[in-house]
Nanobody
Framework: QVQLVESGGGLVQPGGSLNLSCTAS????????MGWFRQAPGKEREGVSC????????HYGEAGKGRFTISRDSAKNTVHLQMNNLKPEDTGIYYC??????????????????????WGKGALVTVSS
């Protein structure tokens, strides 16, 4: 059974950092691209970043450029999202997703259809003083 499990969310003060992790099971992640998306209260889900697990190619959406870094540990079937200098507008549920087609992940991160094959249940990130 395919599962994506996010961890590392929580409450952080503005200017702080968090490192989210997404661990995949039930499929071999090296054949997939994996991405991060987020949904703020009352807003639509938006793309943050995605990465090719096999090659390390990365792509960032507007939400992820500058302060966020995506990385992967293919041996552990895990993808990370390092978030620095967090702002209150970064508050939301962060979802991990996986798809065998990197182009689909790129288009989803850029605001296209969110038709990734697999999704996690999300991790809540709250940025507040």
């Amino acid at each position: 059974q395919v599962q994506l499990v996010e961890s590392g969310g929580g409450l952080v003060q503005p200017g702080g950092s968090l490192n989210l992790s997404c661990t995949a099971s039930g499929f071999v992640s090296i054949y997939y691209s994996m991405g991060w998306f987020r949904q703020a209260p009352g807003k639509e889900r938006e793309g943050v970043s995605c990465i090719s697990v096999a090659y390390g190619d990365t792509h960032y959406g507007e939400a992820g450029k500058g302060r966020f870094t995506i990385s992967r540990d293919s041996a552990k079937n895990t993808v990370h999202l390092q978030m620095n200098n967090l702002k209150p507008e970064d508050t939301g549920i962060y979802y991990c997703a996986a798809d065998p087609v990197m182009g689909r992940c790129r288009r989803a991160v850029d605001g296209g259809t969110l038709n990734m094959d697999y999704w996690g249940k999300g991790a809540l990130v709250t940025v507040s003083s």
